[in-house]
């Protein structure tokens, strides 16, 4: 086990935080580009409790609003030339994880000067990291991606309808104000879409990552437990705040890299479902609900024991004189039937998606990223009928 | 729950990372203060190696060797005399929880205008937090403190026998260079007392901890699990790379604050420890290993299902029809067999100390920390008899 790891965001966690955001933000600039999405955090009043808290502090807005589920790389080069022309020297990120992963390209990208698309990573050598970016505050506004406290971003080129990622170190915020009661008025199903994202975090490190990495294997089943036994919660009454709370800090431990550390994990379910989002408007962890279960199929047949272990640790299924492969299958099976419980689609026919672009999606998700010999990373890696099959057999 | 954290040491983790310093170093400084214990680090040549690894980044040294077990605040006093003489303008820790301890303490004390023990805590209104510190790297030699990757150091002072701690962000180490292989020729008893040292961090805040943080409870238990699993290997064979490795990062990581994130835990335990350990010279986890397993019965009464949480989900203890109580002794006692079965001793008798002084040490605790009513603070908290009283039942 080997890791360099370093995450210096500052995490102000608890109902209520929202209160501090302009102590806070006056840290670090005097005027903000306050970044959101689709309108919600206007309904609900905290968008306006934000602003309050701002000018309180000193701090003057200018607003982006209007960044889209599976945010486009238009947005973020909109954003940023906002930023440019207001000269924003903070950028405020209020919303999910769309506005909260646009903002933080947008801080990147009004220091950028190559491409903007070559910000994000490609297999195909066009990849240009950013070197430079305006300080971050996130207000997560949804219990799912993590990206609040972590140093990466998810983008849509929506003219190749590809769909990459930027990880950093320059783009870990520098706080996070992570405020449950942001979250009660979250409906059901994104809620449920939510706990299911928080939960496909860990399981990516969790199956793709190298051995020994005891502790962090615990760790991630301490996430999938917490997620399961409060999420379900959560789902069943949105204004349940310890459930939410409980649900939020999984989601941001999910994801900040301590569960993580040292695991070198591949994303390969992530990036099977990036691709399914870049040419169907379907929401992000909708998508992982279909491919994570289909993918955990595939891998448990290479490393039963594995999956073994999840089923017995995460569901407590006992072996029974049965093998590895038997009780690997019931632990797939329950964490299947837990996404449906909390009213997740496990099918693409549910998404609206068929077989006719199967083969486009898997050399879609190759083109983005891939091991040099043309397979997908992660354990074990794939090539490009194995996708195929993993889609095939989600239908 | 609620929290304001922020951890931003670089952890750079794994075997052979040593040869890493000089560069690291460089970036914070180009004269290091050299911190060092007994000697142990010379002998097994550690010490070179990282001379080595400065001079050939172009950072040149000055040594503050000899920083005794339970560090004195004379010792720290003279570090930062040698510091400021020297114009010193980087700390280097090499060496075990005392050394860093007492490195950390001296890069503040370099800058500290008031008198030296006011920089550490008391209940009697002394305390002034330091301000400033030199840049800080920490070179563990040793599983056990987690201070590599925290803000704390806990010093003791010889004149009045008081041994208390200091912990602000200031203190956060720039880097922590954990380097596994540093750690295989500690002794079989060191090694058992630093599993035991890294599970009672964890156990604080499990027993100590507000309600509602259910995910750091399965964390604490992950890391006690892990701890359990491979400590008694590395006690075993101290060559043993793999078992130094999980067991070093468990040590990180069971005070590094992730963990006890939102606990706001008390550390009864330790503070009863730091009062035998200033007044005698042992091992502080030999003290904690007798004082815990004591504090837990007299905790347990009062919440046995916590401890029966405990006992079921470490040690897989069944309730087969039995109360919380039941279940709770049981987990106690087989906690108890563990630190037995590595050698550790868990009655005040194998540490040489009598009843001598027993109401002189809890009178020294709260005087170091107590909740404004004269009562140590905890779950529950601890008058002075219940100090005395646990105290004795460890004789």
Redesign the interface.
């Known amino acids: 086990?080997?890791?360099?790891?370093?995450?210096?965001?500052?995490?102000?966690?608890?109902?209520g935080?929202l209160a501090q955001l302009g102590e806070v933000a006056g840290r670090y600039g005097k005027h903000a580009l306050v970044v959101t999405g689709g309108g919600s955090v206007k309904r609900n009043g905290t968008f306006d409790r934000a602003i309050e808290s701002l000018k309180a502090a000193g701090v003057s807005v200018t607003e982006c609003s209007g960044v889209e589920p599976n945010p486009r790389l238009s947005t973020v080069v909109r954003g940023a030339q906002i930023a440019k022309d207001e000269n924003c020297d903070v950028v405020i990120a209020i919303g999910g994880g769309s506005t909260m992963d646009a903002a933080k390209a947008m801080a990147a990208m009004v220091y950028y000067e190559d491409e903007p698309w070559n910000m994000f990573f490609s297999s195909e050598g066009t990849f240009v990291p950013p070197t430079r970016a305006l300080p971050v505050i996130t207000v997560p506004t949804l219990a799912a991606t993590g990206s609040e406290m972590n140093s990466g971003a998810v983008i849509t080129n929506e003219e190749t309808k590809e769909k990459s990622f930027v990880n950093v170190p320059i783009l870990f915020p520098k706080a996070a104000i992570v405020d449950p009661e942001l979250t009660v008025t979250v409906p059901a199903d994104q809620t449920a879409y939510g706990v299911c994202d928080l939960i496909t975090h860990v399981t990516e490190g969790y199956f793709n990552g190298v051995d020994?990495t005891?502790?962090q294997?615990?760790?991630a089943?301490?996430?999938i437990?917490?997620a399961m036994?409060?999420g379900p919660k959560a789902v069943a009454d949105g204004n349940d705040l310890?459930a939410r709370?409980?649900v939020q800090?999984?989601s941001v431990?999910a994801l900040n890299g301590?569960v993580q550390i040292?695991t070198k994990a591949g994303y390969p379910v992530h990036m099977i479902e990036h691709t399914l989002s870049a040419h169907h408007d379907v929401a992000h962890a909708a998508g992982l609900a279909v491919v994570n279960p289909s993918w955990m199929r595939f891998a448990a047949k290479q490393r039963p024991e594995r999956f073994a272990q999840f089923a017995e640790r995460v569901f407590g299924v006992q072996r029974n004189g049965g093998g590895a492969e038997e009780a690997a299958r019931e632990g797939i099976d329950r964490f299947e039937e837990f996404l449906r419980s909390i009213g997740c689609p496990t099918h693409l026919s549910e998404l609206g998606i068929g077989e006719e672009l199967i083969e486009r999606y898997a050399d879609d998700t190759l083109r983005i990223i891939n091991d040099g010999n043309g397979n997908l990373p992660g354990r074990p890696t794939m090539t490009k009928d194995d996708i195929v099959n993993v889609l095939r057999a989600a239908l």
């Open positions: 086990m080997q890791f360099n790891f370093k995450n210096p965001t500052q995490i102000i966690f608890g109902a935080m020994g005891p502790l294997d615990r760790w089943e301490g996430v437990q917490t036994e409060w310890e709370t409980q800090w999984a431990a301590w040292g």
